[in-house]
């Protein structure tokens, strides 16, 4: 078996690379949308303005965008590296829709990013704008495909597992795309980046308005973030509750386990707002929302919500099956003709991956005592506390940003922009939130996974490669130093760009025609002087 | 089980043939970058001349580092068994190509936002180790799977390794970690000496033809002591072309001389080396000559011809266990499922023509020669 420091030290690899590299996707995909925004006002109107707008942002992005690809490479190929039998039980189906991102959605993006900075002036102004727009539509297809990977790590759906090549394999790969959970992720998720596009839009703007520099970028960046922050808050904490309802279909023990609902809750479910923990982790003192948990995840009063001590209870029983299907494995193993042990697996096979909890405690799972069945099942339990606060962390993180754009949104209709200063400085100093929650939220959905690397089919420390403990060693202490630096390198340069302002390169200043050398332009709402 | 339309036999060689397509994709377009990555500091050497070589690649090394990812994502969904035991297995080595790529992207976009020039000078080292590093270690790694890699697999097709990093540091290894750097340096000198203008130019041309002659050599020297002196890998039972992929069902056996096989059996493969040949030799008189068109057409040629090359000797290994030949992966043992092959090939089909229609038009919006003054016109430029 593999060694458990080795297992522990892969999973801290990839969830401090998975976090890191989650800094920079959601700004990407935020951003790619709002300097596409932009840059279309510009084309429709001719105002240079918002051209100059594209262009601030721009570099921004780019600085966000390299550190994206540096880190998002690591994830292509740590899967292989890091978790080999990961790779071989689920590849047959996980691969595909990573080589399809690949495919569809990461080549557009990056095939256009470079046109986007060095195409200024060798394309039309629309055809500028085309590559903007295929820039921001390459990364949200990106993110499309990676979620309808990681849907399937939570919800697997469209596969069954072959005992011929020992590895689960895909039979409908529709269900596989429309995964419901993959769907309302995706949503979820890409609504999260638009707003931390917007929150960060909207920050350094009002940094601009408090100095009383570049107002009048400031004040058009403030505008186009607060609208489309108004509509992606809303749709994070629309597409979250759904996320929530289907969990509540696929996931019931994520769900216990971020309410720290040990025993089953009766119809209608109360939703905890907060509780304090006890000396035997269990809830001591809690403050309870009648109604409002049954409501969401369930959307029905009259459905029961199941606890963690039965959760707990069903899983040995899903166990116990289980090892009826790993001993039918071992038969058709030994006499692949064993057609009767085919049968058995037949049936069994959706609980194979809860035998596979039992070789923490013995190889031989089908010897296994009712102890150890017992203690397996106690491992599909996730860390209660830390869900517990993690969740409520996002969607109080969520909710505020629903008020804050909506507050933004009125102030910017009503051209008040600037009337409040104490206002502007909020704006600034809550620059990091979306950035907490989203990795609060990340914390949520994949640490709440745990023991499963996919749920009910293969447990995490089962899928880790059999690498020594100091290649762990070695690769951690060279990604987490040089990850450092680069995030150090990155916020210095930040800071130097928006100190140094729009105004920083001459060629902004250059008239716009001489900018466009003749390629007149098609559509030019400007009335003519 | 839905029918599909293609026998299994066949998406399987489709999906071998198109595992070579894009690692060929990749080292023509990536490697150019890798390869223009290496030759950074030697070729240019002050700080506006290296801002011209940073800037021909600029526009287009993203999306040419996007056929490495999807090599990798294509290995993942169609050869899963081969995706596990070799990122698993070439662990450090995989590290260090990962931690030389992760220079790259910061390196062009931090390097030209402060003009000192000890930070400028440092990102250019750190470019250079992101050039140099893939193009050796890659060559490293292929050379490996000639010489067998050591792990295992067990009943339940866990794959366990008993080598480490060192090695692979063995001299058949070290030869072809060569022959891809000297390919790939002969590659961007072309690449160079097309787009850029008087001494950066001239000085491409000499390392080009340095790189291109010393790649024949060893090129060479690599087929001699691959075909005639390593041991190579044979299967020696019956293999079922479209049965399970599992790859403990058959057995391998070590015998001197058997990457020699193919070629006996089918003498068209040839024409894989002598391309590779051929391919070098015209890069070598095409930069001479100053043929620059030429003379990237031949390195990519030659690129072509030297992948190619590996992927038909090594046929139908995909890669060979030294620690226990029958758990060897084969083309008709560790591929995906049938229904994953076809999904992915229709895919490919419907997406790999589109990429290169849009990839041909960027460098054509792009093409011209890279000059100090193109430079002061962008505010964007690296």
Redesign the interface.
């Known amino acids: 078996m593999i060694d458990p420091v080795v297992v522990e030290l892969s999973r801290l690899q990839f969830a401090a690379t998975a976090m890191y590299h989650f800094i920079f996707v959601p700004l990407t995909l935020g951003l790619s949308f709002l300097m596409a925004i932009m840059e279309s006002v510009y084309v429709m109107t001719g105002r240079p303005i918002w051209r100059q707008m594209t262009l601030f942002w721009g570099t921004l992005f780019g600085i966000n965008f390299a550190m994206g690809v540096a880190t998002g490479i690591v994830m292509e190929f740590q899967f292989g590296m890091n978790w080999s039998y990961y790779s071989h039980y689920v590849g047959d189906v996980f691969g595909a829709p990573l080589a399809i991102e690949g495919l569809m959605a990461f080549f557009l993006e990056a095939t256009f990013v470079g046109l986007f900075f060095f195409g200024w002036d060798r394309l039309s102004r629309v055809g500028h704008l085309a590559v903007t727009w295929l820039v921001a539509i390459g990364a949200n297809f990106s993110a499309l495909w990676i979620l309808i990977a990681n849907g399937w790590m939570q919800n697997p759906v469209g596969a069954q597992f072959n005992p011929d090549t020992m590895r689960m394999e895909v039979i409908d790969f529709v269900a596989v795309i429309f995964n419901p959970v993959a769907q309302a992720k995706f949503v979820h998720t890409i609504s999260a980046g638009y707003v931390a596009g917007s929150v960060f839009v909207l920050a350094i703007s009002a940094l601009f308005l408090l100095q009383g520099r570049h107002v009048e970028l400031a004040r058009r960046s403030m505008v186009v973030a607060a609208s489309f922050g108004l509509a992606s808050a809303i749709s994070v904490v629309v597409l979250g509750d759904e996320s929530g309802y289907v969990a509540t279909e696929q996931q019931k023990m994520k769900i216990a386990a971020m309410e720290a609902m040990y025993e089953t809750e009766k119809a209608p479910a109360a939703l905890t707002l907060f509780a304090i923990p006890g000396a035997d982790g269990r809830p001591a003192y809690q403050v309870q929302l009648p109604f409002v948990l049954g409501l969401i995840t369930t959307r029905s009063l009259d459905r029961d919500l199941p606890g963690i001590t039965e959760l707990t209870q069903r899983a040995a029983g899903r166990i116990q099956n289980g090892i009826i299907a790993y001993a039918a494995l071992d038969a058709i193993k030994a006499n692949p003709g064993d057609a009767a042990a085919r049968a058995t697996f037949e049936r069994t096979s959706p609980d194979l991956g809860y035998a596979l909890l039992l070789k923490r405690y013995r190889d031989d799972v089908q010897n296994a005592t009712g102890e150890q069945i017992a203690l397996a099942a106690l491992d599909t339990v996730p860390d209660v506390w830390p869900l517990f606060w993690s969740f409520r962390i996002m969607v109080g993180i969520g909710l505020f940003y629903i008020a804050f754009f909506a507050l933004w949104f009125w102030k910017a209709s009503r051209l008040t922009l600037t009337s409040n200063r104490a206002l502007l400085w909020v704006a600034v100093v809550t620059l990091p939130l979306p950035w907490i929650a989203i990795e609060v939220g990340w914390i949520v959905a994949e640490y709440g996974r745990q023991p499963w690397v996919v749920e009910g089919v293969l447990p995490t420390f089962y899928a880790a490669s059999g690498l020594h403990f100091w290649d762990l060693v070695i690769s951690l202490s060279f990604f987490m130093l040089l990850y450092s630096v680069l995030l150090a390198i990155m916020v210095w340069l930040m800071v130097r760009i928006v100190k140094a302002g729009p105004h920083s390169k001459s060629v902004l200043d250059v008239d716009d025609d001489a900018y466009f050398p003749d390629r007149p332009l098609a559509i030019h709402l400007e009335p003519a002087q | 089980?839905t029918s599909i339309p293609l026998d299994y036999e066949t998406l399987r060689l489709i999906w071998w043939a198109l595992l070579g397509i894009l690692l060929i994709g990749f080292a023509i377009m990536g490697g150019m970058d890798l390869g223009i990555g290496a030759l950074l500091p030697f070729v240019a050497r002050t700080d506006e001349e290296r801002r011209i070589l940073l800037?021909l690649i600029?526009?287009?090394?993203?999306?040419n580092?996007?056929w490495?990812?999807?090599g990798?994502?294509?290995?993942?969904?169609?050869w899963?068994?081969l995706?596990?035991?070799?990122?698993?297995g070439f662990?450090?080595a995989?590290?260090a190509i990962?931690?030389a790529?992760?220079?790259?992207?910061?390196g062009?976009?931090?390097r030209g936002?402060?003009s000192n020039a000890t930070w400028r000078s440092s990102w250019d080292w750190a470019l250079f180790v992101g050039g140099f590093v893939p193009a050796v270690v890659f060559g490293v790694a292929v050379g490996n799977l000639f010489v067998g890699a050591p792990f295992d697999l067990d009943?339940?097709?866990?794959?366990?390794?008993a080598g480490n990093f060192f090695g692979l540091l063995n001299p058949f290894g070290l030869l072809c970690g060569l022959v891809s750097l000297g390919m790939l340096v002969t590659h961007g000198s072309a690449i160079i000496a097309a787009r850029t203008e008087s001494v950066i130019a001239g000085r491409a041309r000499t390392y080009g033809r340095i790189a291109a002659l010393a790649t024949f050599t060893l090129f060479l020297a690599g087929g001699v002591v691959s075909l005639f002196m390593l041991d190579g890998y044979s299967v020696t039972s019956l293999q079922d072309v479209a049965g399970?992929?599992?790859p403990l069902g058959k057995s391998v056996a070590i015998i001197q001389g058997a990457w020699r096989a193919n070629y006996a059996l089918y003498p068209w493969m040839a024409i894989a080396p002598v391309l590779g040949l051929g391919g070098l030799a015209g890069a070598y008189l095409s930069l001479t000559q100053d043929a620059h068109v030429r003379a990237i057409l031949s390195s990519s040629l030659a690129i072509f011809g030297i992948i190619a090359t590996a992927g038909l000797t090594l046929f139908p290994f995909l890669m060979p266990s030294s620690l226990n030949p029958a758990a060897s992966l084969t083309v008709w043992d560790a591929s995906?499922?049938q229904?994953?092959l076809f999904?992915?090939l229709i895919?490919?089909l419907?997406?790999?023509p589109g990429?290169l229609v849009?990839?041909l038009w960027?460098f054509r919006?792009?093409r011209g020669t890279v000059t100090t003054a193109a430079l002061e016109?962008?505010?964007?430029?690296y």
Do not use: C, D, H
């Open positions: 089980m800037n600029g526009p287009t090394w993203e999306g580092q996007v490495l990812v999807l990798g994502g294509a290995i993942f969904a169609a899963p068994p995706y596990a035991a070799s990122f698993s662990y450090i995989m590290i990962l931690l790529l992760i220079l790259r992207p910061v062009f976009k931090f936002k402060v009943q339940t097709l866990r794959a366990s390794y399970p992929s599992n995906s499922s229904l994953t999904i992915m895919a490919t419907i997406f790999l990429i849009y990839t960027v919006v792009m016109r962008n505010p964007n430029a």
